[in-house]
């Protein structure tokens, strides 16, 4: 998409910078970057399936309006997944960390840190009570974060 | 003239085989281990393949949960955007009778810029 594309303009850096106005209210962005976020994805799904499932629904129901019409929602996602990390970070941060310093050192491959991601899940579960699942593992299989 | 006769009770044997020990197993013993070899290969690929399908399914469900996360914050940033430009078209064509405010597409639907020119922190700092 359009992210990564550095503005190359001959006049000036035409960067928008104009908030909300105010009658939307603000929400405090995320602000984590890809690993930690893969490292609490699991936990953030576990507690926000709702507010995530409304707002995929209303972009879905709003007929390429959802952009604009479904902000509300959106916000919910956002304050939902702060929350989650705000959580981890207060409960469990030094097993956080070591988990998402494993990922980022080994490409991002979440059986690479199983050492790092045991008892970070067992610290979570225990704090938060947020369980890693995954679904449609097939019937009487271990799932592979378990073996 | 007598004639020229085997000697009595025949010739002996002639060794027609190679005088050389027979080595290794039977050769069907050969064909069995390898039967065996390749069997546990290919139990081992597909548990192998079984493995790489249950990393694919941690993985993908590990980025659809961060999906609506990440689609709100960007869609925030854009409608942010839009809203802007609609302000100042606004303020820019307040004088221009009949002026058509809004989407130049014809249709209502919101409409994701090709490109959005973005601030860059970190290590994509523009050269």
Same mark, same amino acid.
């Given at each position: 998409m359009s992210g990564s594309r550095h503005p190359q303009f001959n006049q000036t850096v035409l960067i928008d910078k104009t908030p909300l106005p105010t009658s939307i209210p603000p929400v405090q962005e &995320? $602000?984590?970057?890809s690993a930690p976020l893969l490292s609490s994805s699991y936990f953030i799904g576990a507690r926000c399936k709702d507010y995530n499932e409304d707002y995929i629904l209303c972009k879905h129901e709003a007929g390429g309006r959802g952009e604009v019409e479904c902000l509300k929602e959106g916000r919910k996602v956002t304050r939902c997944a702060s929350s989650v990390l705000a959580d981890i970070n207060k409960y469990c941060l030094k097993e956080f960390r070591a988990h998402w310093e494993c990922l980022e050192n080994n490409n991002? %491959?979440?059986?690479?840190c199983r050492a790092q991601e045991k008892p970070y899940n067992k610290c979570v579960f225990d704090n938060l009570k947020l369980e890693k699942v995954i679904p $449609? &593992?097939?019937?009487g299989e271990t799932p592979v974060h378990l073996k | 003239m007598v004639q020229d006769l085997p000697p009595t009770g025949g010739y002996g044997p002639i060794q *027609?085989? %190679?005088n050389v020990p027979a080595r290794g197993f039977k050769p069907s013993y050969y064909l069995l281990a390898m039967g065996a070899i390749c069997a546990y290969g290919f139990y081992e690929v597909t548990r192998g393949n079984r493995k790489q399908v249950e990393y694919s399914r941690e993985k993908a469900w590990a980025r659809i949960h961060l999906i609506p996360l990440l689609e709100a914050e960007s869609d925030r940033d854009h409608v942010r955007r839009m809203m802007a430009a609609d302000a100042r078209e606004r303020e820019l064509m307040k004088? &221009?009778? $009949?002026w058509k405010y809004g989407? &130049? *597409?014809?249709?209502d639907r919101f409409v994701r810029p090709t490109y959005t020119p973005m601030e860059t922190t970190g290590v994509h700092q523009p050269r």
């Open positions: &995320v $602000g984590a970057t991002h %491959r979440l059986f690479h $449609g &593992v097939p019937k | *027609y085989k %190679r004088d &221009v009778k $009949g989407s &130049v *597409y014809n249709s």
